[in-house]
């Protein structure tokens, strides 16, 4: 199984972007997609998730500007950003829980290779 994402950039302050983060291989269902991000000397912070069921979740700092959504024939992840702040800049990470064919009953977090997000005048 591999995620790629894409969809980062250098976005001036109250701008937008869309990430995008697909999975691909030996793929039999996938429940929760999150994105997370991380900037130097920081832990890692989960942004947002959807369940397969479009229950989604959002840090408090970024309630009412990004918006989650997931196409599931695409095996994808998307992340609507708008009204960019510089406290935005990061790399963005996806991650999905998925199981596979070979073991249908397990799941396991995949992550992607992360995207750079750079909000900056």
């Known amino acids: 199984v591999q995620l790629q994402a894409s969809g980062g950039g250098l976005v001036q302050p109250g701008g937008s972007l869309r990430l995008s983060c697909a999975a691909s291989g030996n793929i039999f269902r996938i429940n929760t997609m999150a994105w997370y991000r991380q900037v130097p000397e920081k832990q890692r912070e989960l942004v947002a998730s959807i369940t397969r069921g479009t229950n989604t979740n959002y840090a408090d700092s970024v309630k009412g500007r990004f918006t989650i959504s997931r196409d599931n024939a695409k095996n994808t992840v998307y992340l609507q950003m708008n009204g960019l702040k510089p406290e935005d800049t990061a790399v963005y990470y996806c991650?999905?829980?998925?199981?596979?064919?070979?073991?249908?009953?397990?799941?396991?977090?995949?992550w992607g290779q992360g995207t750079q997000v750079t909000v900056s005048s």
């Open positions: 991650n999905q829980d998925i199981a596979t064919r070979t073991a249908p009953r397990t799941s396991y977090a995949y």
